[in-house]
């Protein structure tokens, strides 16, 4: 399964805490994305980004941050302002031909 | 603004019967279309996208523009059919972005 990975799997934070999200992927792919996916919701664009030191607000973007230092490393820094941070969190990457969207396993936050 | 809608939250039906899973968009170009799956415990992962025009796991899907519809179906549903269905769009060359539906959940009885 290799390939994009996320981590942790779960995350449980104390509400006003900011926390970040790892997402790797060693495909060589260019774009990178994050989604949040709540239930009865879908998937909802986060962040996304098409080339390193370069990212793109998404449809959900207020309350949370990104950085693209590396071409294999999108970390998502959820804060303290996101109203509603508990949710599954998950990460894609995609080549620049086919754009087709590959997932990482998702990592669940909790805040309470 | 681009819109996916998948009318059905779940859909249920038996080993052997038809399956469809709807799918509608709202797009004024030419959209490219996807359908994605998620097993339980499994990662989301593409089906199958309109452009290459394939059958997945005995899945298929045509884009009719006409009724801007990208419907998903398959003659026999089988037990492991059983998954979260999303579809997709991207709204064209050179955009990166998807939107997705809210997704159908597909319980195939035994």
């Known amino acids: 399964d290799g390939g994009i990975t996320q981590s942790p799997k779960y995350l449980f934070r104390k509400e006003g805490q900011n926390v970040t999200l790892s997402c790797e992927q060693n495909?060589?792919?260019?774009?990178m994305y994050w989604y949040r996916q709540d239930p009865g919701q879908g998937l909802r664009l986060i962040y996304y980004s098409q080339i390193v030191n370069d990212f793109q607000k998404g449809d959900i973007a207020e309350g949370y941050s990104v950085s693209r230092e590396k071409k294999e490393s999108f970390p998502l820094t959820v804060t303290s302002a996101q109203k509603n941070p508990t949710a599954f969190y998950l990460c894609?990457?995609?080549?620049?031909?086919?754009?087709?969207?590959?997932f990482g396993p998702g990592t669940r936050l909790t805040v309470t | 603004a681009q819109r996916v809608t998948q009318p059905e939250k779940l859909l249920s039906v038996f080993k052997g019967a038809p399956v469809e899973l709807k799918c509608n968009y709202s797009y004024s170009g030419s959209p490219e279309l996807f359908w994605y799956v998620q097993y339980s415990r499994q990662r989301l992962q593409l089906l199958l996208r309109h452009i290459s025009r394939e059958s997945i796991k005995g899945f298929t899907a045509d884009l009719n523009k006409g009724e801007t519809s990208f419907h998903l179906k398959k003659p026999f549903a089988q037990e492991e059919d059983s998954a979260m269905y999303y579809c997709a769009l991207r709204s064209g060359a050179g955009s990166y972005q998807l939107t997705f539906g809210k997704g159908t959940k597909l319980s195939v009885i035994p």
């Open positions: 495909l060589n792919h260019d774009a």
């Open positions: 894609a990457s995609s080549p620049r031909d086919t754009y087709e969207q590959y």
